[in-house]
């Protein structure tokens, strides 16, 4: 089905199409593939206002509509700030209850925006998470939230004051098991994210968000060809360590030439040519300094 063609009245009151728009969706929510998830929901939005599917067929338009509020969390990133504040604060748990990744979307959102619009933006989204009347077992989201930060002061919380809240909390004891991990996640967002605006570098929201950040993508790059040493002059001493062994070519391509080794001038009267003593000198003893030729000391 093509995204950007806009469906007619008669399609959208065809069940069948309800259920090939939900398979279209279903990787695309479980993918999150924001830019997809986006168009899929201008299309059906369109389609539905110029239907009236809300007077005609209410069943299905609702059906339609919690359709579009999963896209709409998936493709968060794109949403303008109005829109992802009302997403978050009416239909924060669809996101949950359709497994997709909110500490994700959320984080690609707040990212998106230079440091300090993004922490007047994180209050917002903390205010609508806060107001959000979905429940979660006999709870709204509102009263989950009260009571949790009665238990734990949000300024001392640490990482594991959710999980205590949820063993030591009787109503939270008396959720079913799929309640109390969305409570847990509840949780986790709001004191991960939403409390304070966290300090992530670009490759780890790089990472958060699912792709590779530019700067950790290595670049290959041509080995540089290695220096050639110069040769050496008669001026300079002798260098005494041992040769190195010779070194295996590798593929890295043809070497530089070698430069043609420097024939080295006739020594002149004021050149001045020492060698070196394996063993000490005694005390007292002055070495001899030769004008010219080199002498061998050992043989004195």
């Known amino acids: 089905m093509n995204n950007s063609k806009q469906l007619t009245p008669e399609q959208l009151k065809n069940p069948v199409i309800l259920e090939k728009i939900r398979k279209l969706a279903e990787p695309i929510i479980w993918h999150m593939q924001t830019k997809e998830a986006y168009n899929l929901v201008l299309n059906l939005e369109k389609s539905i206002e110029s239907a009236n599917l809300k007077g005609t067929e209410p069943q299905l338009a609702q059906a339609y509509q919690d359709l579009i509020n999963q896209l709409k969390l998936t493709a968060l990133p794109m949403l303008n700030d109005r829109e992802t504040v009302k997403i978050i604060n009416e239909h924060f748990l669809d996101g949950l209850q359709a497994n997709i990744d ?6 690609a959102k707040l990212f998106s925006l230079p440091l300090t619009p993004r922490d007047e933006f994180r209050q917002q989204l903390q205010k609508a998470v806060k107001n959000n009347r979905q429940k979660i077992g006999p709870w709204p989201i509102e009263q989950w939230l009260t009571d949790y930060n009665d238990f734990a ?3 001392k919380r640490t990482n594991i004051s959710a999980r205590e809240y949820l063993i030591q909390s009787r109503q939270a004891g008396a959720l079913a098991e799929e309640d109390k991990n969305k409570l847990h996640t509840l949780f986790h967002i709001y004191d991960h994210l939403l409390l304070v605006t966290p300090v992530v570098s670009e ?14 993508i290595p670049k290959e790059t041509a080995p540089s060809p290695p220096k050639p040493v110069p040769p050496t002059t008669p001026s300079s001493l002798p260098d005494q360590s041992p040769p190195l062994p010779p070194t295996r070519p590798t593929s890295i391509g043809p070497l530089p030439p070698s430069p043609e080794p420097v024939k080295p001038e006739e020594p002149s009267r004021r050149d001045i040519y020492q060698e070196l003593v394996e063993e000490p000198s005694e005390p007292g003893q002055v070495e001899p300094r030769i004008e010219g030729n080199v002498i061998d000391l050992k043989n004195k």
Do not use: H, Q, Y
């Open 153 to 155: 002061d949000p300024s």
């Open 102 to 107: 909110m500490k994700n979307r959320l984080t």
């Open 203 to 216: 490759e780890e929201v790089s990472k958060i968000i699912g792709r590779a950040a530019p700067s950790a």
